[in-house]
């Protein structure tokens, strides 16, 4: 993989942990919509950094989400499990978009910055891996954050 695809994959993790640490700031100040808004957007980033690492993007939101599915969760490369989390994210912060129809609640909010964290702490160890690969690259994607913790 070329250099600079993986320091724009590696920008972009970094930007996913940013936005997830904006929702947590949200979900603190009770700002059910927005914690539900930023949630998606740590996972799009996440997402955004996966498909760096094919060399592949979108402006269209609906297409990176796409590329994902078929590029790294029908390949098995990614766990189902976090195509569904995205998934959810995208439909929550969509429906959250026309709050006179849809509400957040707080327990949806507060699982939904944990699902995230899983996510981003799964694609941070993709990207180590394939860094690790790359001798010419090395370092962290995510230097310096210790949200990824074991959890076991």
Do not use: W
């Not at 942990?17 to 947590?24: L, W």
């Not at 993007?57 to 490369?77: A, I, P, W, Y």
């Not at 129809?101 to 507060?110: G, L």
């Amino acid at each position: 993989m070329q250099d600079m695809f993986i320091d724009l994959a590696k920008y972009r993790i970094q930007r996913a942990i940013e936005s997830k640490a904006d929702a947590v700031l949200l979900l603190k100040a009770d700002n059910l919509t927005e914690t539900a808004n930023r949630v998606y957007q740590a996972n799009y980033y996440a997402v955004k950094s996966l498909l760096a690492t094919r060399m592949k993007d979108s402006t269209k939101h609906q297409r990176v989400l796409n590329m994902f599915q078929e590029l790294f969760v029908q390949t098995g490369d990614v766990p189902n499990e976090y195509g569904l989390i995205v998934d959810r994210s995208y439909h929550t912060r969509d429906e959250g978009d026309r709050p006179d129809q849809f509400q957040v609640n707080r327990e949806d909010a507060a699982r939904m910055i944990g699902e995230s964290e899983r996510f981003i702490c799964f694609v941070r160890e993709y990207l180590k891996q394939l860094i690790m690969a790359n001798p010419r690259k090395g370092g962290d994607p995510m230097e310096g954050v210790d949200e990824c913790k074991e959890e076991h």
